[in-house]
């Protein structure tokens, strides 16, 4: 049973999952993840978001914890995916006088989850709209896609929180102990990414609010530093590279193209470029290869050609970076061909989809495996990133 203190009236009543081998079924996450809601308790007592129905006797179980007996009054529901919406029917039915607090897109989206009879007993709030639970005042902002179009966010006047919904998120469950950047990071890109525009007018709006606790859906309360987090919502969300480095992700059919990709690596290391990650898009998780391609500045896509076009992984990789709003990088490109090689044409087409793509010419050429004259071109390459 988990039950933390966040403050002398608020309290964590969420779960971690550690039987969960992929979330969202894509996303792999070695150590879990946590769902998670919260009580703030007054005269008046707001659960905020249930949590997934894999976590549902936990939930529960915790919620009564806290309640002590008490009543719930109101379930304020910031969004309805089902990591956090999973038990709101069963909310409503344990507690029939309890009422649903949301704004008008999520309550249209409810019928389409759950079979609940809402008459009298939903509060529909706006942008701007405050609930008073006796000494807290909670006020709703509206987060129209981040990254659902019924989203919103919670701040607590009173104790300055903000309910923050999915963003601020990570993966892993609360009691793992990793680094928060990396796995906030890859899950901010994968499941965020695409929204940038619209994480940007939310942290505009949360710019306006004096917080000192976010309260994220997923992953850690943060109470410290929290300049740092939003620091890095600002350039995630703008964009912009993290890190000066330089991700190589390869597309090799019988391991030539690799050995290539690796043989850049070493090259650019050699150059002093500290920051030097490589993937193998048909082995490796694509989920971090895509963190990696956000978190650096400069990229190199190799990858051989294969029916007349592209090897399906690099296919693959170059539609999710499409598909997350990939830009503002600067590209080099190898393409392996035994009689015919396109990839390489291929692949700066696909680029030209993405905004504020510079790609380097020439493009490197290697026919079946590498020789003196495409080692040379590989040196080449190697000197203009060093430059980039």
């Given at each position: 049973?988990?039950?933390?203190?966040?403050?002398?009236?608020?309290?964590?009543?969420?779960?971690?999952?550690?039987?969960?081998?992929?979330?969202?079924?894509?996303?792999?996450?070695?150590?879990?993840?946590?769902?998670?809601?919260?009580?703030i308790l007054d005269e008046k007592i707001a659960i905020m978001d249930t949590v997934d129905a894999r976590a549902e006797k936990e939930w529960f179980a915790n919620l009564e914890n806290v309640l002590e007996g008490r009543l719930p009054d109101y379930l304020v529901v910031s969004h309805l995916e089902p990591d956090h919406a999973g038990n709101i029917q069963k909310f409503m039915e344990k507690y029939p006088e309890a009422q649903i607090v949301t704004n008008a897109k999520a309550l249209s989206m409810l019928p389409q989850f759950f079979t609940l009879d809402m008459s009298g007993r939903s509060i529909v709030v706006a942008e701007g709209e405050e609930l008073v639970l006796g000494n807290h005042i909670l006020t709703f902002v509206m987060a129209p896609m981040v990254h659902w179009p019924e989203v919103m966010v919670t701040y607590d006047k009173t104790e300055k929180v903000l309910f923050s919904a999915d963003g601020f998120g990570k993966f892993g469950a609360l009691d793992t102990e990793e680094d928060w950047t990396c796995e906030a990071r890859r899950y901010y890109i994968n499941i965020v990414g695409k929204y940038g525009m619209q994480v940007q007018a939310l942290l505009k709006k949360a710019a306006a609010l004096d917080i000192r606790i976010i309260c994220p859906l997923h992953g850690p309360i943060?109470?410290?530093?929290?300049?740092?987090?939003?620091?890095?919502?600002?350039?995630?969300?703008?964009?912009?590279?993290?890190?000066?480095?330089?991700?190589?992700?390869?597309?090799?059919?019988?391991?030539?193209?690799?050995?290539?990709?690796?043989?850049?690596?070493?090259?650019?290391?050699?150059?002093?470029?500290?920051?030097?990650?490589?993937?193998?898009?048909?082995?490796?998780?694509?989920?971090?290869?895509?963190?990696?391609?956000?978190?650096?500045?400069?990229?190199?896509?190799?990858?051989?050609?294969?029916?007349?076009?592209?090897?399906?992984?690099?296919?693959?990789?170059?539609?999710?970076?499409?598909?997350?709003?990939?830009?503002?990088?600067?590209?080099?490109?190898i393409e392996n061909g035994s009689w015919a090689p396109i990839a390489g044409k291929l692949m700066k087409a696909s680029l030209a989809d993405m905004k504020e793509i510079t790609v380097l010419e020439p493009v490197v050429t290697i026919k079946s495996t590498l020789n003196k004259t495409s080692e040379a071109q590989l040196e080449s390459l190697a000197q203009e990133l060093t430059k980039a």
């Open positions: 049973m988990k039950n933390i203190t966040i403050t002398d009236t608020i309290r964590y009543i969420g779960a971690d999952d550690k039987t969960i081998d992929l979330f969202e079924s894509q996303y792999v996450v070695p150590n879990g993840v946590s769902y998670n809601s919260y009580v943060l109470t410290e530093d929290l300049g740092y987090y939003i620091g890095k919502y600002q350039i995630w969300s703008g964009y912009e590279p993290e890190d000066k480095g330089v991700l190589i992700a390869y597309a090799s059919i019988h391991g030539n193209t690799g050995k290539a990709a690796r043989k850049l690596a070493e090259m650019l290391k050699e150059k002093g470029v500290e920051n030097v990650s490589v993937f193998d898009l048909a082995r490796d998780d694509m989920a971090e290869t895509i963190e990696d391609a956000y978190r650096y500045d400069r990229m190199v896509l190799a990858a051989a050609t294969y029916d007349g076009g592209l090897f399906p992984c690099m296919e693959n990789f170059l539609a999710h970076l499409r598909s997350k709003n990939f830009q503002k990088r600067t590209v080099g490109i």
